[in-house]
C-alpha cells in the first residue's frame, strides 16, 4: 500500500513507490518534481516499478498521466490486476478518446490520462493534417514519425490540457509516467540526449514528478537512449544475473544516483509476488 507523502528534514516532500523497503532507501521517495529514469534489460521488471509508482500516485490523490509504448493501455491493466492494482477504479480517459471526441472531459475532473500506442498514433495523424493546412512554420512542423520526440511532447501537453494544468503557473502535485523512452530515439540514437533536454524543458512543470524507463543492452552495456541518464535526476537501475550460468531468473535493483536524497548504496533482491508485485530485500556483502 501507498505511504502518505511525507516531508523530510531538509525540507522535500517525497513521492513514494508504493514499495516499503525502496522507499525506505530512498528516505519517503522520489524528491518532488524529479525526473527519475528506471533503466535495465528485458524482463527485470521496469514496467511494474512504473505501474507500482502510478498506483501509488493515484492512492495519493495525485492525477497521473500514463504514457506506454510497449501494449495498449489494457494491456497494462490486465497485469496490473494480477498485482492487485485497478487502474480501473480511477476511470482512466485515453488521449485517443479525449482527442476524438468520444469522451467529452472536463479539464481538472480527471485523475488518470492514458496514452498509449494508439493514442500517440492519433496525436501523430493530427499534426500531419494540421501540417497540411498550416503548410511550413512554427505549427506546421511535420513529425517524421508516431514514435517521435515531438509528438511525444504534444500528446503530454495535451494531457496537462485534460488536467487543466496551465503554462507558467504551479500544477497540483501529479506523476508522468513514460515507459519506454526507448522507441522514441530507435531511429535517431545520436540524438538521445539533445532530445532529452528539449523534452525534459518542454514538459517542466514545478510539481510533477516522472519515472521514464528506458532498455539497457546487458551485450554493450549501453542504454538504447544514452543521454538520458545525465538528464535524468536519479537513476534506479535493474538487472538479472547471467541466467545461462545461475540456471534461474534472478533480479536486482539499486539506486545509482537521486538527487537531494542520502539514499541506500546497497543492492536489492527483487522478487515478483503475484497478488502484490515487486518486493525487494536489501543484499548483504559478505
Ligand atoms: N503475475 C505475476 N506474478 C509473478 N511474476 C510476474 C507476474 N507477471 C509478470 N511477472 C514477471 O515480470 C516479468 C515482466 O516484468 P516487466 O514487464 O516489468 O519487465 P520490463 O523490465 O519492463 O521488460 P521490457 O524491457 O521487456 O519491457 C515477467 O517476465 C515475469 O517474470
Ligand atoms: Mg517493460
Known sequence: MAQSTTQTTQNIVREPFGIEALDTALEGGAPR??????????GVGKSILAMHFAWAGLQNGEPVIYVTTESSFKDIVRQADQFNMRFMDYRPVSLVDALTGRVKV?????NLVVIDLFGLYRQYREMLKASEEEGEGERGRRPSRALS????EASVAKAYELLGFEEGRPSEPSRL???SMTAFWADKPAMARAFSYRLRQALYR????ALLTSQYAPTTEMSFGFGLEHIADGIIHMWMDNVTEVKEVRRWLIIKKMRMTNHSKKAYKVEIQPGKGIELEEYENE
Not at 206 to 209: A, G, H, M, R
Request: proline content about 8%; overall charge negative.
Open 33 to 42: 518534481g524529479t525526473w527519475v529514469l528506471a533503466t535495465g534489460e528485458p
Open 106 to 110: 472536463k479539464p481538472g475532473e480527471v
Open 149 to 152: 520526440i515531438e509528438v511525444l
Open 206 to 209: 514545478q510539481n510533477i514528478t
Open 177 to 179: 509516467i513514460i515507459d
